[in-house]
């Protein structure tokens, strides 16, 4: 286990973050996550020569601040070239599936956020101003959720590190190599300009069109110096906005996927408009129910996200219970509000009403990917292109 959290450190700090010589890096974590923090900031040290800050947090208030000093004299180091922020994540702090009811769930703000269900708050002002992160961490309800209640911490620790691609270190050749792919596959996205969509597969019959003055994003970020860095990972998903008003047809909900605390399995979607005008669910219809009575934009079509379906994470992560994971694992269609990170040059209310955006305060990823899933993209002039087949994307 050691050897891997050392590769993880190793992956966070030289192709997640990129940390460079002068960098002052701050590290908000639970005192669950907290002796992985001090791995990571002991490493971060040699790296950046500058100390390391660790912010220990307790339900969201500050409960102490420890500091890690590199082992060079303060006359010695480097002066500050920049900040850089990352948050570990405790993967069992995820409430996953629970008895409670789930129209008390739907009715609490808070609640929300815990599923991961909160939508982007619209600021349009609002600007990557320093490289980011959030770390996910395993453990045991996780692993039990994906593994059964038998899954050991072996058992643990070797499927995070098959996710992750840590069983040695090829694996940042892998993600570094992964970005690059995924960067080519926005830019010849975004060169096609505003797309129509046909969207076929398991149970999947969709037509849609992307929206105006958006944009394929995903994968690596940029702040405005132009440094790059990967806000999360796995990675394996591009997205962008749909015009809600054009989204017609029906779809299959591919694998299960878990809303306010149920496993919903066997759910179908009749879209109208843009707008969900029935469904049904072998399992979890309640928690459908609960979701799209949260406000009138929980059931509009808002995008869609693009993966293939082929990868270590479509085969190991059967299901999305926790939604660091949900677009990761296949192509998925998204209800509910818009992805702020889609945006052009919009810069009021009104020039987003115009994009014909979804709004809403929640969000839900509908997985949809299989491998029959083809996707054709036909731009403004006609030419048609393959934007996936066969569940695989084609650029």
Request: proline share 4%.
């Amino acid at each position: 286990m050691q050897e891997t959290l050392r590769r993880y450190a190793r992956l966070i700090i030289e192709i997640q973050l990129k940390l460079q010589r002068g960098d002052a890096l701050s590290i908000n974590t639970e005192s669950s996550t907290m002796a992985f923090a001090r791995m990571l900031a002991t490493q971060a040290c040699e790296s950046t020569m500058q100390t390391v800050n660790i912010v220990e947090t307790n339900h969201g208030k500050i409960a102490q601040v420890v500091e890690f000093d590199p082992v060079e004299h303060r006359i010695k180091r480097p002066p500050v070239t920049g900040y850089v922020m990352c948050h570990l994540v405790d993967l069992d702090n995820c409430p996953y599936v629970t008895e409670e009811g789930v129209s008390s769930l739907a009715q609490e703000v808070a609640k929300l956020g815990t599923y991961g269900l909160l939508s982007d708050p619209v600021f349009l002002d609002r600007r990557i101003a320093v490289p980011w992160a959030n770390i996910p961490l395993p453990g045991p309800l996780w692993a039990m959720q994906l593994l059964g209640k038998a899954a050991s911490e072996e058992d643990m620790w070797q499927l995070f590190s098959k996710i992750y691609r840590l069983e040695d270190d090829h694996g940042l050749k892998f993600w570094h190599d992964q970005a690059n792919l995924l960067q080519y596959r926005k830019q010849m996205l975004n060169k096609r300009g505003k797309l129509g969509l046909a969207i076929e597969g398991d149970g999947c019959s969709l037509q849609t069109t992307t929206a105006d003055r958006t944009t394929w994003t995903g994968g690596s970020s940029s702040v405005s110096s132009g440094r790059t860095f990967l806000p999360n990972l796995p990675m394996q998903h591009v997205h962008t906005s749909l015009d809600t008003c054009t989204t017609e047809g029906e779809l299959s909900a591919t694998r299960p996927f878990l809303l306010l605390g149920k496993v919903v399995e066997g759910a179908t979607f009749v879209i109208e408009k843009g707008k969900v005008v029935s469904y049904s669910a072998h399992k979890g219809e309640e928690a459908l129910d609960a979701f799209l009575a949260i406000d009138e934009g929980a059931g509009m079509v808002s995008g869609i996200s693009l993966a293939d379906n082929d990868t270590i994470e479509s085969r190991y992560l059967r299901w999305a219970i926790h939604p660091h994971f949900n677009t990761e694992i296949t192509t998925a269609l998204i209800l509910g509000g818009f992805s702020l990170s889609t945006l052009t040059d919009q810069s009021s209310d009104e020039e987003i009403d115009a994009s014909h955006l979804a709004r809403s305060l929640v969000r839900l990823a509908i997985p949809i990917g299989s491998d029959s899933l083809s996707i054709l993209g036909t731009d403004e002039a006609g030419r048609q292109t393959s934007l996936m087949d066969d569940g695989v994307c084609e650029l």
